[in-house]
């Protein structure tokens, strides 16, 4: 398969003004596969957001290297930097302030299409009534301002603007989650479906592991900034091995409380150890002194934890 | 059992451009001592006005067209801010969805537990032991440093829970949670709500307990109500009306939820959305226009209330002879 974006040991941290650094993302390794869907989850904190605008270069990584079909997109300019932008758009969680409510919806679809300077005024109208026509809009809303529109048809809408010049990754940073179960049922449906039509790559960031166990075809668990376990959909709800999406997933589908518990209390520590140790109950002292990393423990399945990677190697 | 609150045959209507829109719909609803309860439903659909009603928090623009809502045998409706001033906290309290912006970020978080009890009379070094004594409920184990902290310095989960202090430091007889754990992620949602449900139970207080996720309050509360439009359609036995609901928006409800289970096939939507106050029509069952099952009688005429066993659902497709009484 064809690798649309990868992540070679990235890393990233903010700088407050005093000088304090906050490490955000520590070496990531991942890769995203044309056509499929990869979801990102973890508790909020975790770093999920900030993968994703490093993926869409509206921030810049500090190690390491970001490639999008071959390309270092830090090293991007001019010319070759548009078309990437041109490339991966971003639908972002929140409906009702990530539109202009000063503009009509024709002509927040419409913008894309001018900034990269796509057809003339009457093709690009053209081009807007038939993406409202692909996600489901009324062409009577075509001159109605947002603020007149319900949440789902405003989530139609930043889908409607990030599809409009035909990107090949799509970045769904919680897109669903601000919404109704019945209304987003319907997104859901609609993302699938343009997925299937329109050929394209979804990055998918939740923490609801119920749409991702829906519409994920590979997800990544996060956890303070770091890669814990990356798996196969069904492998990843069957077969989890890292403890925390063990906690996770036993949290998320109620079938194991006991599991469940005990995660609250977590002191901000930083510096060295896996970041789980503090709350794994099968911690040993290397587990606090060294980080583990991320390891292929079969096919697809990889895991960055130190008990899995003996245990396995007992077996063998 | 005794019943803490009742809510009987209750209508408010909002002021919109002019025009009274009637949100909550003759609604009934009550809650025994010591349970939980769920009232369950889309953004839009009363839950929440329902929630203000209680605690006398209604807008301005509102008006009471019908009913009564009994808190400890007393009708709300008609108490003065006096009333209420002795009530809230004491008898009612509230636990809002946003932990971000329901706290006072200039005040410590230790100061604002206290504050509760003491706008009561409270003397400040009783109501410090007794905030401290509710934080090592809720799951604190470093109090001394949190009580000294700001609203900022938390996560979602902690803020949460400092509002759960907040809300039980007069030991209320009824707990309202507007959808507590919206805002908060999976692992830490459940946190939350087994804090609430342990230190409510404890404490002897029932809860209500307000969500749009029927999944997810069914790991906690006893009976659910469902709401749709400002009525309520369906109500009974969380257990009875997850594996078998009876209201087509139930139904619709429950199988419109993503699970891992249906990789790979349609989601089965509810079509269009909840109308808004402006547009909603007076006739026939509120869900008709939505309901894949309508039959030309739901446009037109208001399906009866109607009852089987502990379960209450008000539908045309329920029929007598399946065990459906009118009540």
Redesign the interface.
């Known amino acids: 398969m064809d690798t649309m974006l990868a992540f070679n040991d990235v890393s990233f941290s903010y700088k407050n003004n005093r000088g304090r650094v906050k490490k955000v993302l520590q070496n990531i390794n991942l890769t995203i596969n044309k056509g499929e869907t990869f979801a990102l989850i973890g508790e909020s904190g975790s770093g999920k957001s900030t993968l994703a605008e490093l993926s869409s270069r509206l921030l810049l990584c500090d190690s390491g290297t970001i490639t999008f079909e071959n390309q270092n997109i830090q090293k991007l300019k001019g010319a070759s930097l548009k078309a990437f932008y041109k490339n991966v758009q971003i639908v972002f969680q929140d409906p009702y302030s990530s539109l202009d409510e000063k503009k009509t919806i024709c002509s927040l679809i419409e913008e894309p299409l001018i900034i990269h300077h796509v057809g003339n005024k009457k093709e690009r109208l053209e081009m807007v009534k038939a993406m409202m026509d692909e996600v489901g809009l009324s062409q009577m809303y075509l001159h109605v301002l947002p603020t007149k529109l319900s949440g789902g048809l405003r989530q139609r809408v930043a889908i409607a603007i990030a599809l409009i010049i035909k990107p090949s990754l799509v970045i769904l940073d919680e897109s669903v989650s601000a919404l109704d179960v019945s209304i987003q049922a319907q997104v859901l449906n609609l993302l699938v479906s343009l997925q299937k039509k329109l050929n394209l790559t979804y990055l998918f960031i939740t923490h609801d592991l119920q749409v991702v166990g829906y519409i994920a075809d590979r997800i990544a668990v996060m956890y303070r900034g770091r890669i814990v376990e990356i798996a196969p959909t069904r492998e990843l709800f069957d077969n989890p091995l890292h403890y925390y999406t063990r906690n996770l997933i036993a949290a998320g589908t109620n079938n194991d409380q006991k599991e469940a518990q005990n995660t609250f209390f977590i002191e901000d520590k930083e510096g060295e150890g896996c970041a789980f140790s503090t709350l794994c109950q099968r911690a040993t002292e290397r587990c606090k002194s060294e980080v583990p990393e991320l390891v292929e423990i079969q096919q697809d399945h990889f895991v960055s934890c130190f008990t899995m990677l003996e245990s396995k190697k007992l077996h063998q | 059992m005794k019943k803490v609150l009742e809510i009987k045959n209750y209508s408010l209507a909002l002021n919109v451009n002019g025009l009274l829109k009637q949100a909550v719909n003759n609604i009934d609803l009550y809650v025994e001592e010591g349970e939980a309860v769920a009232l369950v439903g889309?953004?839009g659909c009363g839950k929440s006005l329902t929630a203000l009603s209680i605690a006398g928090l209604t807008p301005k623009k509102s008006q009471v067209l019908s009913g009564e809502i009994l808190l400890n045998q007393e009708n709300v409706l008609s108490y003065h801010d006096q009333d209420w001033r002795r009530v809230r906290g004491n008898e009612v309290s509230m636990i809002f969805q946003e932990p971000m912006t329901a706290l006072d970020p200039l005040y410590k978080v230790g100061l604002q537990i206290e504050e509760a009890s003491t706008i009561h009379g409270l003397s400040r070094k009783k109501a410090r032991v007794r905030a401290q004594q509710l934080m090592e409920k809720v799951?604190?184990?470093?109090i001394d440093k949190v009580y000294k902290m700001y609203p900022h310095q938390l996560?979602?989960?902690m803020r949460q829970r400092i509002l759960i202090c907040i809300a039980l430091m007069e030991s209320p007889t009824m707990l309202i949670a507007d959808e507590p754990t919206t805002a908060?992620?999976?692992?830490?949602q459940?946190?939350v709500l087994y804090t609430m449900k342990d230190v409510s139970s404890s404490m002897n207080t029932s809860l209500l307990f307000i969500s749009?996720?029927l999944?997810l309050v069914s790991?906690v509360c006893r009976r659910v109500y469902v709401m749709y439009q400002g009525k309520i359609v369906e109500s009974g036995l969380c257990h009875d009306i997850l594996v078998e609901p009876s209201h087509p928006y139930t139904r619709?409800?429950l199988s419109?939820?993503?699970?891992?289970h249906?990789?790979g096939k349609?989601?089965?939507?509810?079509?269009g959305?909840?109308p808004?106050l402006e547009s909603r029509k007076n006739k026939g069952c509120p869900f008709a226009p939505r309901c894949k099952q309508a039959m030309p009688i739901c446009l037109e005429i208001n399906p009866p209330n109607t009852q089987k066993g502990t379960r209450k659902a008000s539908c045309h497709l329920l029929k007598e002879e399946n065990g459906w009484i009118p009540c």
């Open positions: 889309e953004s799951g604190f184990n470093d996560s979602g989960g908060l992620d999976a692992m830490v459940r946190q749009h996720d999944d790991q619709d409800l419109s939820m993503p699970s891992i249906k990789r349609e989601l089965p939507a509810i079509k959305s909840v808004s």
